[in-house]
């Protein structure tokens, strides 16, 4: 049973959430401090994250739940400006829910990130591109560059799973929304080039060539796949 930790400083808003969240099957641990949330981390799954906290800014936690690596955010916040959702999401945030909301809809995003992080079964093997340049094993969502392991968030890994599918074929932004969240999301094609630029940077000064821009389309894997 994955476990969701809801951090929010509004009591009617952690209940509500408690409630649909435990009747979709999830294990829920609520806080409404920063501090608190801090310490409890390492015991969640995925972090449900208000952004404005009362002893912690809540981009002061995002940092720190990035800096752990794998465990995916979905920022829930009363800032809804696009700056702010794209300051968000290139803090590493993995969805971004803005007040007011339907529960329903935090319930069905959760369901969403955590099968995007971990719903994918083994295949044969890790694929290589590039003249083996870039590795990708889709049984354990992970990817290197030049033997280097990348370490991604569940996004970045579905941005970059999404193009190595159909190496050389462009993809829209709003496919990629579509591919990555498993869900229509108006608007969010906006802030796709925030994720693929968090990914191009972690893929190096090379990062531009893996993953190439088609003006005015979308993007694609500069990289053809090897033969097998």
């Known amino acids: 049973m994955p476990t969701v930790l809801v951090v929010e400083d509004e009591r009617d808003i952690r209940d509500v959430l408690r409630r649909y969240l435990e009747r979709a099957g999830f294990s829920v641990l609520t806080t409404a401090s920063g501090a608190e949330a801090l310490r409890l981390l390492s015991t969640a799954d995925l972090?449900?994250?208000d952004l404005g906290l009362p002893?912690?800014?809540?981009?002061d936690v995002l940092r720190e739940v990035h800096a752990l690596g794998n465990l995916p955010v979905i920022v829930l916040t009363a800032r809804s400006t696009t700056e702010d959702r794209i300051r968000g999401l290139?803090?590493?945030a993995d969805d971004y829910v803005t007040k007011p909301f339907?529960?329903?809809e935090v319930v069905l995003r959760v369901q969403a990130v955590l099968h995007r992080y971990s719903g994918v079964t083994a295949e044969a093997g890790p694929v290589t591109y590039?003249?083996?340049?870039?590795r990708i094993d889709e049984g354990s969502h992970r990817a290197w560059l030049d033997d280097t392991l990348l370490d991604l968030t569940p996004t970045e890994w579905g941005l970059l799973a999404a193009v190595v599918a159909a190496p050389g074929r462009v993809y829209?932004?709003?496919e990629l929304v579509n591919r990555v969240r498993g869900y229509e999301y108006a608007g969010y094609e906006r802030t796709i080039d925030s994720h693929i630029k968090n990914l191009r940077r972690k893929l190096g000064v090379d990062g531009a060539d893996v993953v190439e821009t088609v003006l005015g389309v979308g993007y694609r894997l500069g990289f053809a796949q090897d033969p097998q």
Do not use: A, C, M, Q
């Open 172 to 174: 829209s932004r709003y």
């Open 90 to 92: 290139e803090l590493g």
């Open 130 to 134: 590039g003249n083996r340049r870039l």
């Open 55 to 59: 002893d912690i800014d809540g981009t």
């Open 47 to 49: 972090v449900v994250l």
């Open 102 to 104: 339907s529960p329903h």
